[in-house]
């Protein structure tokens, strides 16, 4: 069992920047994906970007060159900076952990943290 807590959430103007951390604890694969994915209302969740346990990065077209992911193994805390941000970046963010098992894999979520960029 992986739990995720995410925070970093907030209002914030366009241009301005956030970060979110996700905190995971519990029972890491050796072989795993974390990730970002965002939620806007009455749309469907996206990617935002991903990190292996290698630290391979991948992003998707809407955050790159302005959003970087990373990870802290230290403080098992994964973390997305986002900056210029612009409206169309409003949604609930969630973190994910994808633990890769011989056979199976098996996902987790965090609770969501919303990140509004309004004036």
């Known amino acids: 069992q992986v739990q995720l807590v995410e925070s970093g959430g907030g209002l914030v103007q366009p241009g301005g920047s956030l970060r979110l951390s996700c905190a995971a604890s519990?029972?890491?694969?050796?072989?795993?994906?974390k990730g970002w994915y965002r939620q806007a209302p009455g749309k469907e969740r996206e990617l935002v970007a991903t990190i292996t346990n290698n630290g391979d990065t991948h992003y998707a077209d809407s955050g790159k060159g302005r959003f970087t992911i990373s990870r802290d193994n230290a403080k098992n805390t994964m973390y997305l900076q986002m900056n210029s941000l612009k409206p169309e970046d409003t949604a609930v963010y969630y973190c994910?952990?994808?633990?890769?098992?011989?056979?199976?894999?098996?996902?987790?979520w965090g609770q969501g943290t919303q990140v509004t960029v309004s004036s």
């Open positions: 519990g029972n890491i694969f050796s072989i795993h994906t």
């Open positions: 994910k952990h994808t633990n890769v098992g011989q056979f199976y894999t098996y996902d987790y």
